[in-house]
């Protein structure tokens, strides 16, 4: 069973810091890996999307990176804002296209100014 | 990019009634829905995936007979609770797919709040 861990579940950083956010997922055999951003009491948004065959995805200040046989992404993030807290999850879809995402627990991030 | 509206935003109901929430997709046909539930710190986890003019697939531990799923059209899926009781309340968010082109991805309603008294 695909299991998706993220750490660590919560951090503080003063604004400007450049941070990095890890997922881990159990079973390699996925089809894409999406990373999110929810604010509370929201939905999600989704910031990078990153297809099995795909090393890494850039959105501005984002940087997603995938290896998918150790099982690991990290979300890198430059230069952070106050606006960027957030909780980020991580979800991964398996092998199937139309499969639901399975979705770790997620990353409190907390942008000091 | 796509748009998924989900309704209500919020609702807040007594014991032992139902409540219904609509997802839907409003700009493309979604071949399937997925609804999902979030209790407070908690993940997202997936409840059932329905698909147009079919039963609704489960996932173990959701009881279909208390969570009514019902997508009758492409555009429109809708999960009703039935004698919702305190331990249900929660976030449910829906998600719509479609194997159509470009948009082989899932497309996220905003959510429903549901708190039940």
């Known amino acids: 069973k695909q299991e998706v861990t993220q750490i660590p579940a919560a951090l503080s950083v003063p604004e400007g810091e450049n941070l990095v956010l890890n997922c881990s997922f159990t079973?390699?055999?996925?089809?894409?890996l999406q990373w999110f951003r929810q604010d509370p009491g929201k939905g999600l948004t989704s910031l990078l999307l990153?297809?099995?065959?795909?090393r890494e995805q850039t959105s501005g200040r984002l940087n997603a990176s995938l290896d998918k046989s150790s099982g690991r992404s990290t979300l890198y993030i430059a230069a952070s804002q106050p606006g960027d807290s957030a909780t980020y999850l991580c979800?991964?879809?398996?092998?199937?296209?139309?499969?639901?995402?399975?979705f770790g627990k997620g990353t409190t991030l907390s942008v000091s100014s | 990019g796509a748009v998924v509206s989900q309704h209500p935003s919020r609702v807040i109901c007594k014991s032992g009634t139902s409540v219904k929430i609509e997802c839907r997709s409003l700009?493309?046909?979604?071949?399937?829905m997925f609804w999902y539930r979030q209790f407070p710190k908690q993940s997202l986890m997936l409840m059932a995936t329905?698909?147009?003019?079919?039963?609704?697939?489960?996932e173990q531990g959701v009881e279909k007979d208390k969570f009514l799923i019902n997508h009758a059209s492409l555009t429109l899926s809708t999960l009703t609770v039935t004698s919702a009781h305190p331990e249900d309340s929660s976030f449910y968010i829906c998600?719509?797919?479609?194997?159509?082109?470009?948009?082989?991805?899932?497309?996220f309603g905003p959510g429903t709040r549901l708190t039940v008294l």
């Open positions: 700009d493309f046909q979604a071949t399937t």
């Open positions: 990153i297809q099995s065959s795909q």
């Open positions: 079973d390699s055999a996925i089809y894409n």
């Open positions: 329905s698909n147009e003019g079919s039963k609704a697939t489960y």
């Open positions: 998600s719509a797919w479609t194997s159509g082109g470009a948009r082989d991805t899932q497309y």
């Open positions: 979800a991964v879809r398996l092998s199937q296209a139309g499969t639901a995402l399975i």
